[in-house]
């Protein structure tokens, strides 16, 4: 297992590297996507937790793709400052909006995908995170409700009253002077059917880049949000989709708090089963309490989950991918993100030092046992 944190656009300089390293970290996962683009819903310079129905903010340039002399730019800063880029997380929607929507620029869009792939390959960039939703991260409220006050972020019910306007997916604005009218609904079943068209086509070019998809599960796991179905919302979905077309390229960007957010089966489980299956290609590490559409994120050491035992797990199964803090409570200092961030990564740091070395204590962990002191 190796620790890693998660960037955004605005993170992407010396300071930011220099805390990853000083944390502990040995990997980065990038966002290159902007967040916070002329939008209200995401503090600026912090990380994205948005709102219940506001959109993050406006999309990128539709005909601006990452290059691969910024991709290897990028690659390199990074490493200089004793790092390793382990992933691209997420893409613009201005780049695959019409994949999401089975719209008319769906085969342009289809071949800009396959170009962002390819140029990761040629940067030698391993793994693309992405999340097919129409609704995208919604739903959600920000409180003071963690330990202390922390703020936190978590969800006080379902979110359909407001549908998704027209102009607007993955929670972001691609559109902003399209006409205003809702997206009209669809099917579980036609989602399912657009999922199956972008891998058929995209991971053929992922497995020739040695570039890994990796999907995220639906964030926060509801069957259907703003009146649009949702693909991955119990632990069990993850496999169709790994098997609608099963290739090393097609993999897991696995969740931890979102699936012990699920109203089905087992956190636990879920992690043992797809990383024994050697198809994780990262991980963020995040506790909650509750299940949806009530719950709230806490810190790593307090939630419902076991922390400790899902590290022994991947641990046993000898996962070596990177795990990363995906967001965390915003402590009360000077630097919310980074208190958040670091109060994590050393509870990260000493699980993974524990089960690494306890073959080494163990003698002395069985005497204490036996009152041996």
């Known amino acids: 297992m190796k620790i890693g944190l998660g960037l955004y656009r605005h993170m992407l300089t010396r300071d930011y590297y220099g805390f990853a390293r000083q944390a502990g970290c040995t990997h980065v996962v990038v966002h290159l996507v902007d967040y916070f683009n002329q939008g209200t819903s995401n503090p600026s310079g912090n990380q994205p937790t948005g709102s219940k129905y506001e959109a993050w903010g406006v999309a990128g340039n539709p005909d601006q793709l990452w290059t691969v002399r910024e991709l290897r730019t990028l690659r390199a800063e990074i490493e200089d400052a004793g790092l390793a880029l382990a992933a691209i997380e997420n893409l613009d929607p201005a780049h695959w909006h019409d994949i999401l929507l089975d719209g008319r620029q769906r085969a342009q869009q289809i071949e800009k995908v396959k170009t962002i792939v390819r140029r990761l390959g040629e940067a030698g960039i391993p793994v693309l995170g992405y999340n097919f939703s129409l ?11 963690g330990r202390g006050g922390a703020i936190t972020v978590g969800m006080d019910g379902p979110a359909e009253e407001v549908p998704i306007p027209n102009g607007t997916i993955w929670n972001m604005v691609y559109d902003p002077s399209a006409r205003a009218r809702p997206l009209p609904t669809i099917s579980h079943a036609e989602l399912w059917r657009r999922l199956g068209g972008f ?14 998809l990796a999907a995220h599960p639906d964030d926060p796991p509801m069957p259907t949000m703003r009146q649009q179905p949702r693909l991955v919302y119990q632990p069990h979905m993850y496999q169709r989709l790994l098997d609608l077309v099963p290739s090393r390229s097609n993999a897991l960007e696995l969740c931890v708090g979102t699936l012990a957010e699920m109203t089905e089966g087992s956190v636990y489980e879920a992690v043992d089963e797809y990383s024994k299956q050697g198809k994780i290609a990262y991980i963020h590490l995040r506790n909650v309490v509750g299940k949806v559409p009530h719950y709230r994120e806490t810190f790593i050491d307090e939630g419902d989950v076991d922390m400790i035992r899902i590290l022994a797990i991947l641990h046993r199964n000898r996962f070596d991918g990177v795990l990363i803090p995906d967001h965390t409570p915003q402590m009360t200092c000077a630097a919310p993100w980074h208190a958040g961030m670091a109060h994590t990564l050393g ?27």
């Open 347 to 373: 509870f990260m740091l000493a699980a993974k030092t524990a089960l690494e070395h306890q073959p080494r204590y163990a003698s002395e962990l069985a005497n204490t046992r036996h009152g041996d002191r």
């Open 135 to 145: 609704a995208g991260v919604c739903g959600r409220v920000t409180a003071p409700s």
């Open 199 to 212: 891998l058929e086509e995209i991971i053929p070019e992922a497995e020739q880049s040695g570039v890994r």
